[in-house]
């Protein structure tokens, strides 16, 4: 049973472009969530995905951010026209189902996005 | 200032003991929890400890909680090299999946 896969593992953006991450959960597990770790910070809560909802996005920039996760296939974390602010590790986890984040939790391995 | 604090590096010889320390603010945390990320792999969860407990062992580790100063430790006996890895502490309150974390400290083990 293969772990989160994030893609890609490093992503090199020029200012303005679009980043686009993926994030396949874990075979099973409907819920996804999405963290971002500046440098020298915490990881921070950006989204919570249900299949086809977003549960909670109160940690998404307003502007520029989008998160999907579609009925088939990963979730998406989008950064329009990226900022050299972006650069930072996106880590997906995901969960079997409800909202407790204690032992059921499992994070991939983090996508590093550097804007250039 | 952040929500969960640690300290960035701890360096350690191998079979000493390792402590790694926490702060966090949050007084409603109700869960806290030790993350390992080894290099090239994800987040992988080491333990934790609910706030109406102040200790709890497993194997080689030992977390201890003070809840009344919000400091929480995590001691690796008999440190293997197979030990260096970043270690995130986090927190979170009853029921919300949101996990607040520190920055991670690097723990080097040298022979």
């Known amino acids: 049973n293969a772990g989160v896969m994030q893609n890609p593992r490093h992503l090199v953006r020029r200012r303005g472009q679009e980043a686009r991450l993926r994030c396949s959960p874990m075979?099973?597990?409907?819920?996804v969530y999405w963290y971002r770790q500046l440098p020298e910070e915490g990881l921070k809560f950006m989204v919570y995905?249900?299949?086809?909802?977003?549960?909670?996005e109160s940690g998404m920039p307003k502007e520029r951010f989008s998160a999907e996760f579609p009925k088939e296939g990963p979730s998406i974390l989008r950064i329009q026209q990226v900022v050299r602010g972006d650069s930072a590790a996106y880590f997906c986890?995901?969960?079997?189902?409800?909202?407790?984040?204690?032992?059921?939790?499992?994070f991939g391995q983090g996508t590093r996005l550097t804007v250039v | 200032g952040e929500d969960v604090e640690q300290s960035l590096f701890l360096s350690v010889r191998e079979g000493d003991s390792s402590v790694i320390n926490c702060t966090y603010t949050?007084?409603?945390?109700?869960?806290l929890y030790w993350y390992k990320q080894e290099p090239g792999a994800g987040l992988q969860l080491l333990t934790y400890?609910?706030?109406?407990?102040d200790m709890k062992q497993d194997q080689r580790l030992t977390v201890l909680l003070n809840k009344k100063d919000k400091h929480l430790s995590l001691r690796i006996a008999d440190t293997q090299t197979g030990d260096s890895a970043i270690y995130f502490c986090?927190?979170?309150?009853?029921?919300?999946?949101?996990?607040?974390f520190g920055a991670g400290t690097t723990v080097t083990v040298r022979a």
């Open positions: 986890a995901s969960s079997p189902g409800g909202v407790r984040v204690d032992t059921e939790a499992f």
């Open positions: 075979k099973g597990h409907s819920h």
């Open positions: 995905l249900q299949k086809e909802n977003i549960i909670d």
């Open positions: 949050d007084s409603s945390s109700t869960y």
């Open positions: 400890i609910f706030s109406n407990m």
């Open positions: 986090a927190e979170s309150r009853s029921n919300d999946y949101k996990l607040s």
